[in-house]
C-alpha cells in the first residue's frame, strides 16, 4: 500500500510537541478560500507548468506535485530522524491536504509507527466518517483538529462544506481522552467578527473535557499567496489584509476564558 504524499517538512515545530517530521497527504475535500498548501487539494499527482523569472528572463519548466511513499519509505525517513525526535519527545505528523482522504493508508502507517513507538498526531479538518475517526483513535496521541466557522451556511460558504460532520467528529474526540489541539485560522472579515467570536468561544467552553489541551489561533497570513502565481492558481484572497499583532494579542485573551490554554500560531 502507498500513500501520495505531497510534501514532507524535516524539523518542524509547528504541528505537535518536540521536533516532528511531517508528512502533508494530497488530497483535501474541502476548498477554503485561503487555503496555504492549494497544490495539496487535488487528490491526484499533477505536473504543473511552472516559470521562474530571472531579470527580464523567464525560464519553464514542470514541477511533479504529489509522489507515492510507502509504509517503509516514511518508516526509513523517520528512523534518520529518530535521535532528535526521541530527545525533543516529538514524533510524526500526517498533514494535508486533509490526510483521512487516504484512510486506509493512514490507517495503516499509523499502526506502523505505533508499532515502533513514534508519537503520533493527525493534523485535519474533521471531514471524514466517524467511523474512520474511531479507527485511527487506538494509533493517534494527538489530533490538530480545525474549526473554522460555527455557521454552517457561513462555513459552507468559505470552505465548501457543511460543519455538522467536522462538529459531530470533534464531539466524539472530545470524549475519547485523546489530546486534541484545536486550530482556528484567524480570517478577517470571515471568522472574526464579535458575534462569530463569541458563539465559537462559548462552544469550546461548554464542550470541553480534558482532552482538548490546546486552543492556536493561527492568523491568516499571505506567504501562500506566492504558491497560487507559481502554480497558475487564482487567488481569491488578495484583499483581505492579515490580522494585526496587537489584534492576535487581544484574540488570545478573548479566549483565555474558555480556561484553556492559547497560543497564537500553530
Ligand atoms: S482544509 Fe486545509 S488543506 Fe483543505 S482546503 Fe482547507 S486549508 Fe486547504
Not at 486506509?104 to 508499532?115: H, P, Q, R, S
Request: net charge positive; glycine share 8%; proline share 5%.
Amino acid at each position: 500500500m502507498k500513500g501520495l504524499i505531497f510534501s514532507i517538512k524535516r524539523y518542524s515545530v509547528h504541528d505537535g510537541p518536540g521536533i516532528r517530521v511531517t508528512f502533508f497527504m494530497k488530497g483535501c475535500p474541502l476548498n477554503c478560500l485561503w487555503c496555504h498548501n492549494p497544490e495539496g487539494i487535488s487528490a491526484i499527482p499533477v505536473s504543473v507548468a511552472m516559470t521562474n523569472r530571472i531579470g527580464e528572463r523567464e525560464f519553464h519548466h514542470n514541477e511533479e506535485v504529489g509522489k507515492y511513499y510507502s509504509v517503509e519509505n516514511i518508516l526509513d525517513i523517520l528512523e534518520k530522524e529518530r535521535v532528535f525526535l526521541n530527545q525533543s519527545k516529538g514524533g510524526v505528523t500526517f498533514s494535508g491536504g486533509e490526510p483521512m482522504l487516504q484512510f486506509e493508508f493512514l490507517l495503516e502507517i499509523l499502526k506502523v509507527c505505533k508499532a515502533n513507538e513514534y508519537h503520533t498526531a493527525v493534523d485535519t479538518s474533521g471531514y471524514s466518517s466517524v467511523q474512520n475517526y474511531k479507527s485511527i483513535l487506538p494509533y493517534t496521541d494527538l489530533f490538530l483538529f480545525d474549526i473554522k466557522h460555527m455557521d454552517d451556511a457561513k462555513h459552507s460558504e468559505i470552505t465548501g462544506v457543511s460543519n455538522t460532520l467536522i462538529l459531530d467528529n470533534y464531539m466524539m474526540l472530545l470524549e475519547s481522552g485523546k489530546d486534541i489541539i484545536v486550530r482556528v485560522p484567524v480570517i478577517p472579515g470571515f471568522n472574526d467578527d464579535p458575534d462569530h467570536l463569541n458563539r465559537l468561544k462559548k462552544f469550546l467552553y461548554s464542550t470541553k473535557t480534558v482532552s482538548l489541551r490546546k486552543i492556536c489561533l493561527l492568523p491568516y497570513h499571505k506567504i501562500g499567496s506566492s504558491k497560487y502565481k507559481r502554480f497558475n492558481i487564482p487567488y481569491r484572497m488578495e484583499n483581505v489584509d492579515t490580522p494585526s499583532k496587537e489584534r492576535m494579542k487581544e484574540l488570545k485573551e478573548f479566549f483565555s476564558d474558555t480556561g484553556v490554554k492559547v497560543k497564537i500560531g500553530g
